[in-house]
């Protein structure tokens, strides 16, 4: 049997993504702030022949999120620019917002990256979740979930023609004609859209992978929709092995019935990971991690991260029966109502604390060769094409799964032994797009 070689990213989060990770490493607690932390972990995960990093971003912060967890939203691109200059393969990957942001100035950035790092950058799409972002960008309502889907689609459409704005041969640099580049190479998008109207081409040549590459991390219908037509990367948050099967299959057939090819798409699970040379070690580990986590910060969080603003819910009453019938904001929140119709009278803390999902719900504990053994299992039975490497503590996880679990899967022939290319598009084994305009 052929098996396709594992793919990983590493997730950046500061001092790791457990919530009682900086209680626990013994770095400066102002160390996150700087950026000699983002370099290190990226050298690592480069040293892992990892296909990426990846920076998630918060556009606005409820404020009690300061008291519990270190706060180091920067502006993704801007990190990854600097990172760039700090290695020289592993791949590039930033979240922006297709709500709050517009798509050329968009485009323009990530193309930016795209040629600062030598064709590593990935564009992670995303509609942004939280109500509380419209104030920071003076809009007077948060658009409704399927809403932000529907002007997706149109967003990365004109972010897609926007790069593709200069044919591939445009530059000439031809100094006895003096002519740098051929103008009849160029077209301009001039998009005018239900609700974008964008004229100019970018104000540089087409970026060295001809377009970043896409991610995509939604679980709903909208979002599937959104994945199926344009993401060659998935980020997904399962919750068992059966319904990491189930949602993979179901992805490809959705990729396939768009017209694409699904061997293009790669998903790449979260997963939170804690590792230790013994199952003891590990679980000790992950024991004091939970120790240490706040009930309050977990149900604030829990409400949060599905949209809500958890300064308007009193977590000892119901949920309000006047959300019940709202349009949900998100995948997340559907749960949540669902579960709040299923008991009515139930506390809110109580019906949050029986909640799982997000990114960070499949915790693994145990020694590399356990690790190694999961996700071998996963890829054979269908359910990954590799993981999204979510390290409890950062950058001990990391450095962990590069030393101990890498070799590992590397004398198993699951993974590579070197980078055989420098972009992005060639660690994850993706053709250059064809430009669709010229």
């Known amino acids: 049997m052929t098996v396709r070689p594992l793919h990983f990213n590493a997730f950046i989060w500061p001092n790791g993504y457990h919530e009682s990770a900086w209680r626990v490493v013994g770095d400066d607690v102002r160390g996150v702030l700087g950026l000699d932390y983002y370099a290190g972990i990226a050298r690592i995960a480069e040293r892992g022949l990892m296909d990426a990093i990846f920076l998630a971003d918060n556009i606005a912060i409820a404020e009690y999120r300061v008291t519990h967890l270190?706060?180091?939203?920067?502006?993704?691109?801007?990190?990854?620019?600097?990172?760039?200059?700090?290695?020289?393969?592993?791949?590039?990957?930033?979240?922006?917002?297709?709500?709050?942001?517009?798509?050329w100035e968009?485009?323009?950035?990530?193309?930016?990256?795209?040629?600062?790092?030598?064709g590593r950058a990935g564009w992670n799409i995303v509609t942004t979740v939280t109500p509380l972002a419209a104030g920071n960008f003076g809009e007077r309502v948060h658009l409704e979930h399927d809403e932000r889907y529907t002007r997706a689609h149109e967003f990365v459409e004109v972010a897609q023609r926007a790069w593709d704005s200069w044919a591939d041969d445009a530059v000439v640099g031809d100094r006895a004609r003096g002519v740098w580049a051929e103008r009849s190479r160029l077209r301009a998008p001039r998009f005018h859209g239900r609700f974008y109207?964008?004229?100019?081409?970018?104000?540089?040549?087409?970026?060295?992978?001809?377009?970043?590459?896409?991610?995509?991390a939604g679980q709903s219908a909208a979002g599937l929709a959104l994945a199926a037509r344009y993401a060659e990367l998935i980020f997904s948050g399962p919750a068992s092995l059966a319904a990491a099967v189930a949602f993979r299959t179901d992805l490809r057939a959705r990729v396939a019935a768009a017209g694409r090819d699904p061997e293009q798409v790669a998903v790449l699970p979260a997963l939170m990971v804690t590792l230790g040379g013994t199952e003891a070690e590990a679980r000790a580990r992950a024991r004091r991690l939970?120790?240490?986590?706040?009930?309050?910060?977990?149900?604030?969080?829990?409400?949060?991260?599905?949209?809500?603003?958890?300064?308007?819910?009193?977590?000892?009453?119901?949920?309000?029966?006047?959300?019940?019938?709202?349009?949900?904001?998100?995948?997340r929140a559907g749960k949540l109502l669902e579960a709040a119709r299923a008991r009515p009278d139930a506390p809110l803390r109580d019906i949050l604390k029986d909640l799982t999902g997000g990114a960070g719900q499949l915790h693994f504990v145990g020694t590399p060769e356990q690790l190694a053994d999961h996700i071998v299992a996963w890829q054979d039975a269908g359910g990954a094409d590799g993981f999204t490497i979510m390290g409890s503590t950062l950058p001990y996880e990391l450095s962990a799964f590069t030393d101990h679990v890498v070799p590992l899967l590397q004398r198993r022939g699951r993974y590579r032994t070197e980078y055989r290319g420098h972009t992005l598009r060639d660690h994850l084994g993706l053709p250059r797009p064809r430009n669709n305009i010229l």
């Open 290 to 331: 939970e120790e240490l986590a706040s009930p309050e910060f977990r149900w604030q969080n829990a409400l949060y991260t599905a949209g809500f603003d958890p300064d308007a819910f009193d977590p000892d009453a119901p949920f309000p029966r006047s959300l019940w019938d709202e349009p949900a904001p998100s995948s």
């Open 106 to 118: 968009l485009a323009r950035r990530f193309a930016t990256l795209d040629h600062l790092s030598g």
């Open 197 to 216: 109207d964008v004229e100019g081409v970018l104000p540089f040549p087409r970026s060295p992978q001809g377009r970043p590459v896409l991610v995509q």
């Open 70 to 103: 270190p706060q180091t939203q920067f502006d993704p691109v801007s990190v990854l620019s600097a990172l760039a200059a700090v290695t020289t393969r592993i791949g590039l990957i930033g979240t922006g917002s297709t709500t709050y942001s517009k798509p």
